[in-house]
């Protein structure tokens, strides 16, 4: 089986707290190409996401510049449609 990667950076996150003076990478291990487009779509949804990218290969950062956080399952970046604005927004 096939796996993927959703690496993004939280623009909010970074430059301070556990990431003062780095960036913050966050991602998400996916079982399927179809699973990584909708976490890649929820990050869209996401203001302080940016940068967002579906990898074939596990991504690698160094750890002097960044800090990479990993989400595990069950997370609601993985639910279709999980960060959709609603009407109410």
């Known amino acids: 089986m096939t796996k993927y990667w959703v690496s993004m950076t ?3 996150m970074s430059g301070w707290g556990k990431a003062e003076g780095k960036i913050n990478k966050y991602i998400l291990e996916c079982d399927s190409y179809e699973e990584a487009e909708i976490v890649r779509d929820n990050a869209m949804n996401r203001s302080e996401m940016k940068y967002i990218n579906i990898c074939s290969v596990k991504p690698r950062y160094n750890p002097k510049w960044y800090l990479v ?3 595990k399952k069950p997370s609601r970046m993985y639910e279709p449609h999980g960060f959709c ?3 109410y927004d």
């Open 69 to 71: 956080s990993y989400a």
């Open 10 to 12: 939280d623009k909010f």
């Open 85 to 87: 604005k609603s009407k």
